[in-house]
């Protein structure tokens, strides 16, 4: 088991400063089969010194045995133990603050009143304004109502709230934008596009997130039709950029051409149709797919894909691409010597990398790696920054060519924390939305 899905403890012990002691510890810790990661000095405390441990295990049970182990070595008592996920959610991760000062009267003057209402009537005589003089064209809507999070699907609104702060974090960090979530705990689609509609004056783009399918298709293109902002549905199209993106690594690593494969899609909700229209206007032509919900397939087969069951997908495509959300559902004799493995579910794969690796795949990678993270905050954006109204299927494919060229050596995409790769993104993107559309001409290979 790798390490990213172990349960993360920090173990917080008062440590006899004494040679050898950190040892016993960690060898202790080390013979109940738990993983040692970062280890910090805290502070010292008379003839001992307070450290954090942070511990990757597998079970409760297991810690509850390292803890009894670490207890009974002399020189070392165990301060406390908690849970670091939940210790950097506690009160949230966002919130929304000034980006001017307030140091004397006269600055309340200029941001408020009298000093505003020039501002306001400057707006009202011309509206495009609103886009220089307010936070419209860096502001985005994190738009929910929680009935498809990560691969926990239907658990609501409040407990889908932690991954749309998510976003709104990774908004900010790698694209300089304010990410505000909205939660709509409705199922019902006239409900929740005619909410986006009216809360929309308030933002420059809308992201739809975590919205199962088929409501996501049709609330995407009717919010698409009636606003005059951009809309994203990003598990659909951010997954799918960065998937092409380390499509289009494996083809240099490989020299086949994406145009000429045969690609296959294990499961048809909202990321694995987001990928089957992506690779179709990127020129792709053999599509073969499957779902469990035979509707879904019919959508598939409407895009010019052909149904088939699992092993029917597995024996056939030359590329996998898995969004299921079913851990363990590619068994590795499922897998064919050089095929290309992409079970990129979150939070646990379709089949591990380690796993489709050893089965004889070319490659192999999953959702840690190929993450729509890479792709959203540079596509938003952009799509502001060109103040466009839609986000093309160019913009897309621009999106991902650039996300491709910052991979390292080895890697098919570049780490998310790369310091240039979003700004890069942002400008393709932008340049995409100002190039004017050819429908005769190709936007693939």
Known sequence: MVRSEKMVRILRAMIRDEPGHIGKLT????????????????????????????????????????????????????????????????????????????ERIGDVRKIYTPGVA???????????????????????AIVTNGTAVLGLGNIGVHAGLPVMEGKAVLLDRLAGLSGVPILIPSRDADTFVETVIQISPSFGAIQIEDVAAPECFEIEERLIEQLPIPVMHD???????????????????????LDRLCIGLVGLGAAGMGIAKLLVSFGVKDLVGTDINRE???????????????????????????????????????????????????????????????????FAVDGRSVNNALGFPGIFRGALDARTRRIS????????????????????????????????????????????????????P
């Not at 910090?40 to 045995?65: M, T």
């Not at 020039?118 to 985005?140: F, M, N, R, S």
């Not at 950029?241 to 020299?255: K, Q, Y």
């Not at 004799?333 to 380690?354: D, K, L, Y």
Request: proline content about 5%; some cysteine; charged content about 25%.
């Open 27 to 102: 060898q202790a810790i080390g013979e109940g089969g738990a993983d040692i990661g970062d280890i910090v000095k805290i502070r010292a405390a008379g003839e001992y010194n307070v450290r954090e441990l942070e511990l990757y295990i597998d079970s409760e049970d297991q810690l509850r045995v390292i803890l009894d182990r670490v207890e009974a070595i002399e020189g070392i008592r165990v301060d406390a133990v908690y849970d670091p996920v939940l210790e950097i959610h506690r009160a949230g991760k966002i919130r929304m603050r000034s980006t001017v000062s307030i």
């Open 118 to 140: 020039t501002v306001c009537l400057e707006i009202q005589a011309h509206p495009e304004k609103a886009w220089d003089y307010t936070a419209l064209g860096h502001t985005v």
């Open 235 to 257: 598990d659909q199209h951010g997954t799918a950029v960065v998937c092409l993106a380390a499509l289009l690594n494996a083809m240099e690593h490989t020299g086949l051409q």
């Open 296 to 362: 879904a397939t019919r959508r598939f087969e409407a895009l010019g894909g052909s149904g088939k069951d699992l092993a029917g997908v597995m024996s056939r495509a030359q590329v996998v691409i898995s969004t299921t959300g079913r851990p363990g559902l590619i068994e590795p004799e499922m897998v064919r010597e050089g095929q290309i493995i992409f079970a990129i579910s979150n939070p646990v794969p379709e089949i591990t990398p380690q796993l489709a690796l050893a089965a004889g795949a070319a």
């Open 393 to 444: 299927d160019a913009m897309k494919i621009a999106a991902a060519r650039t996300i491709a060229q910052f991979a390292e050596p080895g890697e098919l995409v570049p780490a998310l924390l790369h310091p240039d790769v979003h700004h890069a993104v942002a400008e393709a993107v932008q340049d995409a939305a100002r190039e004017p559309a050819d429908p005769d001409g190709p936007t693939g």
